[in-house]
């Protein structure tokens, strides 16, 4: 980046668990407004994920590359394991990126933002609606349908898709 230009840094965390149309929507939008994009993946040594912190990183990585290219933007796919906020400050982001899919999701990503807001006042949070066709996306939903042995492939991308179908071989 030349002169006055400062990079404009967002996070966007999640456990992505795995990666949905849902989130690839979100970054779609994040690539629009931030020169970088640091997809942080949440590690909690008391939850297990169906994927690795590698495996999703790894397909987050397959999938985010080209949409990524095609915005003329540059992303990292990171894990944390401290607080959001903390996180962020030391990635350098002004903002964190978060979906709205409703009016459940707004009422706690409204308390998320003012309690963030308290801890790290210089943080400001984005909001993306999720976009109709993805509203109804949740990894929880995809999780389960997929380990029913049902196709999720309109869903997530497709080496996730693919990813879901191995994991979940019967």
Do not use: C, W
């Not at 006055?4 to 668990?17: E, N, P, T, V």
């Not at 779609?28 to 020169?35: E, G, N, S, V, W």
């Not at 290219?69 to 894990?79: D, I, K, L, N, Q």
């Amino acid at each position: 980046m030349t002169g006055s230009h400062k990079m404009r840094i967002g996070l966007y965390a999640g456990s992505f668990d795995p990666l949905t149309n849902g989130h690839m929507d979100m970054l779609r939008a994040a690539f629009r407004l931030f020169d970088r994009v640091v997809i942080a993946i949440g590690v909690h040594p008391a939850k297990t994920p169906l994927f690795s912190a590698d495996e999703r990183s790894a397909l987050i990585t397959a999938a985010v590359t080209p949409i990524a290219s095609a915005a003329g933007a540059a992303f990292e796919v990171r894990t944390f394991s401290n607080l959001v906020t903390v996180f962020a400050k030391e990635m350098g982001a002004a903002a964190l990126i978060r979906g709205l899919r409703d009016g459940t999701d707004l009422d706690y990503e409204m308390q998320m933002s003012g309690m963030n807001g308290v801890i790290a006042p210089g943080l400001q949070t984005v909001f993306f609606p999720a976009s109709p066709e993805d509203r109804h996306i949740t990894a929880t939903l995809v999780r389960q349908v997929a380990s029913m042995g049902g196709d999720v492939s309109s869903f997530v991308p497709e080496a996730v898709n693919a990813a879901l179908v191995a994991k979940f071989k019967r």
